[in-house]
């Protein structure tokens, strides 16, 4: 699917530019008002704004040198100061944070820059070694949580996502992210932090856009491309220049054209017009190189904010500084808002603690967990969950594997305790087997937390692909199961227990929902039974046999913003008295909706769960199946956790697992009652 996606962004960016992208065009000029001094000792690749928010007129300009290191330039292009370091090559920064590509020793060196004294300080606490040369690289700042980020580039397509956290020590470490790649080298990309979205030149190919976000769909779209587009030939710096709606910009260098094109972030990055950098009618750059756009004052000279353009000539190499004021009126368009504003995020932010072994099937494998809650040692309490390529696994709460069943494609799972079998009361598990269209069906055993097959023969469920599953036990005691088929069918059937001591499924009841559904669960205190359709909404019905198949919105996805299609695990967190909380995967936009589990489900809100760099454990993307429960688990797990599904497993890059969250977590961040 997403190299379809992929080949679908491509060919269709590709024909608006092949049907008028390729046209003459003429470009308005531009002087600038300022230069830094040359480098020392040649090579001016990249430069970066120091930006002093208070005194912005006091900003620095921060240019790498090659092997001069990072030079320093107040306004008036002076060099004040020079950070030796390797070989120079990329430079971006946020606030007094500076990340350099060093390509010498290939590896990103992080510092931070005191206005006062004019004297930069080394931070990482460890050489962040990339393990090629590298070519550039830029830094993103997540408007949703705040975290930061460097992505590095290298001449074979290399695209590393590192994320940047603090210490104890108050100095910054780095994990690898995401791992994306180019078909050929990349050397400049910038990132929008009110946005998201990161831009990449390859330089053989034209300008990418993707989403910053590690968890995101790697996706990328074309915004233009070499010869067939706007661009002459390779594609150079980028620069974005946000001015809210009333002017929002990515400026990119059409080197071989002598150009600046300038694209419109407001139309979906379309393409605006471009300018030549003159003095006295004639082109001022012979090697223009890296872009840096700031669109805030910078002193009296930049109102509007300032284009930084650095000249890589053989003689004379420096950084062109440039007025944004001057670049939007020879364009003849508005320079943006000096300080647009962005909506406070609305998503409670938790880490996860505990993650699983990644399965052994590659692709999208994980699908579904269900948590066994011991009843005489919390600590010992396990979670069953589903490889869809293989079988079942059992995991204890540290993430470590206990069994592995390798029965056939389970894709979803459940439990009950509580089923009366052979002579004793033990644990029943059900799972949706896609091998043989069947119901497997397990019992879990306390001592030795493993699981037995008990089923009485295949169980057949007469579906053309048995999908979603989930449990009910009913107040008389009698256990059921509930298996949907992609068509939008969901079929009941009890579950009875031989005299032999096996199981067998007694079907008993048909239920049709218009499109696919998959996440279910059944409240076995209410007889409520809640369905996700995937597109549509997520569905209340009765669970007994004999209710009436009249059922009710708890919420559809197109009345609430919170929610991005597919709807996919569904879970309970019950407490006393039928009050608790359900909690829904919302998989487009990976994020968990939580709705009352009392009265007519009222939304609460939404959570997302975010990557911890202290302990390595990234977040959870394009989550299916989820399980929560509010008995205790152990110390640390007191009331209980929630453990989902992480369909990307990003970092580091790994096959597909589970993570848990406890729930004292969610609810501190949500304000939910305990």
Known sequence: MIRLRTLFAATSALTLLISGGALAQTSATVSPIGATAPTARGGANAAALLYNAADPGKSVIAATGELGGLEFHGLDGARTGTLPGGETYGVDARGDLIAVLDRKEGRIRLSRY???????????????????????????????????????????????????????????????????HLSSEAKYCVSDDASGALYVAQQAVGIWRYDADPEAEAVPTIVDINRLGRLAGETGGLAILNGGAEGDYLVAVNADAGDYNVYDRNTGDKFLGAFRIQANGADLLQKPSGLFGVRAPVGASLPAGALLVTDDRKVGANTQVLSWND?????????????????????????????????????????????????????????????????????????????????????????????????????????????????????????????????????????????????????????????????????????????????RAEQVRDLKFDTQTEGCVADDETGALYVAEEDVALWKLGAEPSAEATRKAVTRVADNSALKNDLEGVGIYAQAGGKGYLVVSSQGNNSYAVFRREGDNAYVGSFAVIADGATGIDGISETDGLEVTSASLGAGLEAGAFVAQDGRNVSPPENQNFKLVPWSAIAAKMGLKP
């Not at 879990?444 to 579906?463: H, I, P, S």
Request: charged content about 20%.
């Open 114 to 180: 005191d206005f006062a004294t004019g004297q930069a300080r080394a931070v990482e606490a460890r050489p962040l070694l990339l393990g090629y040369a590298g070519e550039g690289l830029c830094l993103s700042q997540s408007a949703r949580d705040g975290s930061l980020y460097v992505f590095a580039l290298g001449g074979e397509g290399q695209l590393d996502q590192w994320l940047l956290y603090p210490t104890a020590d108050g100095k910054l470490d780095g994990r690898l992210a995401r791992r994306l």
């Open 327 to 503: 670049v939007a009126a020879a364009l003849k368009v508005s320079p943006g808002q000096a300080a647009p504003t962005t909506a406070p995020g609305k998503l409670a932010l938790v880490q996860a603690t505990m993650e699983t072994r990644p399965v052994d099937h590659g692709g999208d494998a994980a699908d579904d967990p269900a948590i066994y809650v011991h009843p005489t040692d919390p600590a010992r309490s396990v979670i069953v969950a589903t490889d869809k390529k293989g079988g079942l696994l059992v995991h204890d709460l540290t993430g470590k594997p206990l069994q592995y069943l390798p029965d056939g494609k389970m894709n979803n799972v459940d439990l009950r305790q509580g089923f009366k079998l052979g002579g004793r009361t033990t644990t029943l598990v059900a799972a949706s087997d896609r091998t043989h269209k069947s119901i497997a069906l397990y019992t879990l055993d306390a001592d030795t937390r493993l699981l037995t097959e008990v089923a009485d023969g295949v169980q057949a469920t007469g579906l053309s692909d048995p999908y979603g599953l989930c449990m009910y036990r009913n107040r008389k005691g009698a256990t059921f199961v509930f298996i949907s088929d992609p068509d939008g069918g969901v079929r009941q059937w009890k579950l009875v227990a031989t005299p032999a001591g096996k199981v």
